[in-house]
């Protein structure tokens, strides 16, 4: 069954810190090469945030990220994370995170989301 399930969202006041976290089934996490961090601001389009090789560790964060968020992951509980410091206001959005049975080198070819988890930042 495919399933991913993120947590660890919340309300912080700017300049705090979250940390999420995506749990994955394991057959899903096993078939995925790509998994990634997206988020949906309140009337606005779904973006990358970022992303991580599973089997290789490599990464990609968006500039507007950089330098703030961190992703990571945890093979043997198939589990990907977000940390977030510096959360400023404009980081306010719905997190999701997504799996990608191929990495494409891109935001394309994510093929199974979890519901999302809303992060919401204060000034």
């Known amino acids: 069954q495919v399933q991913l399930v993120e947590s660890g969202g919340g309300s912080v006041q700017a300049g705090g810190s979250l940390r999420l976290s995506c749990i994955v089934s394991?057959?899903?996490?096993?078939?995925?090469?790509?998994m990634g961090w997206f988020r949906q601001p309140p009337g606005k389009e779904r973006e990358g945030v970022a992303r991580?090789?599973?089997?290789?560790?490599?990464?990609y964060v968006a500039d507007s990220v950089k330098g703030r968020f961190t992703i990571s992951r945890d093979n043997a509980k198939s589990t990907v994370y977000l940390q977030m410091n510096s959360l400023q206001p404009e980081d306010t959005a719905m997190y999701y995170c997504?799996?990608?049975?191929?990495?494409?080198?891109?935001?394309?070819?994510?093929?199974?989301w979890g519901q999302g988890t809303q992060v919401t930042v204060s000034s």
């Open positions: 997504a799996a990608a049975l191929t990495c494409t080198g891109s935001w394309a070819g994510y093929t199974y």
């Open positions: 991580i090789n599973t089997r290789y560790g490599g990464t």
């Open positions: 394991k057959y899903t996490y096993s078939s995925s090469s790509c």
